[in-house]
């Protein structure tokens, strides 16, 4: 199985989701093994910023990535569309400190790099496989690595509220670019209209709106068109997932089980995951039907 990258370069732009603020979006292809970088271009001389886990300094709310001091912020969906259709190298260039949110999924980062055409590169793909448990806990919230021929998520959350009924607080996959595309990367992040108020006095969310992102008031949700899947909040959450630990540098070949688990105690499991040599090993497969995870074909 070979690394893989765009043909071509892909432009886009969306608004901020806490600046509220026009941001540019270049896809750009790049070199074997160049992994996933983020390119502020808005400074002079632009600067680069790697997806890596030990990056992570702020994880209030969305993943953001921080190198003396400049910042690229919520980029858990566009990591999680990157991974989904197993991307290994791309520059994502942004003219501001933080991703465009789009619709709140990884829907429109989907078709955008697909637009771009997917390109085999002349290099194995590389794989962290898991090869002992990992956790990281806080209270009464987990997150959990297992070993697992393939990739699985596992996911629960925990909500005493009417939008969320008890029978769609879990959710579970079995990772693949088809099983990724159509069950998880529609589903739109969420928020408490009640909290709104209070982040924008903050100066945060003032780009937030139903156009991308679920409103829940105190008896239900606010958007008209509703929930596009009943267990749509959880499924967001399997999204967050996987961006956040694509920022180990590769695709897992594991199970990952949350429960109440947000972006910094999955940032938390892949530090204590780094720290531990001997809980994981690269993996390459000559042969793609050897790979247990299955990613879309380059045609």
Known sequence: MKQRTLKQVVKASGIGLHSGQ????????????????????????????????????EAFMCSNLVQDQIKVGTIEHV????????????????????????????????YLLMQGELAEQNAAKKFIKILKPVEALLDDKRAIFTPYDGFQLNFTIDFDHPAFAKEHQSASIDFS??????????ARTFGFMRDLEYLKANN??????????????????VNAEGLRFADEFVRHKILDAVGDL????????GKFEGYKSGHALNNQLLRNVQSDS?????VTFNNDNDCPITFVNVT
């Open 177 to 186: 670019t088809e099983s990724f595309v159509y069950e998880v990367s529609e």
């Open 22 to 57: 026009k941001v540019l979006l270049n896809f750009v292809p790049h070199h074997i093994d160049g992994g996933i970088v983020f390119r502020r271009i808005d400074l002079n001389p632009p600067v680069e910023i790697a997806a890596n886990a030990l990056l992570i300094q």
């Open 204 to 221: 945060l969310a003032l780009g937030a709106s139903l156009d991308n992102a679920i409103g829940v008031d105190d008896s239900g949700v």
């Open 246 to 253: 694509y920022l180990l540098g590769h695709q897992v070949i």
């Open 278 to 282: 001997s809980s994981y090993e690269i």
């Open 79 to 110: 990591m999680s569309a990157i991974a989904g259709l197993g991307i290994d190298n791309l520059i994502i260039e942004v003219s501001a400190s933080e991703v465009p949110i789009m619709d709140g999924s990884a829907g429109p980062f989907i």
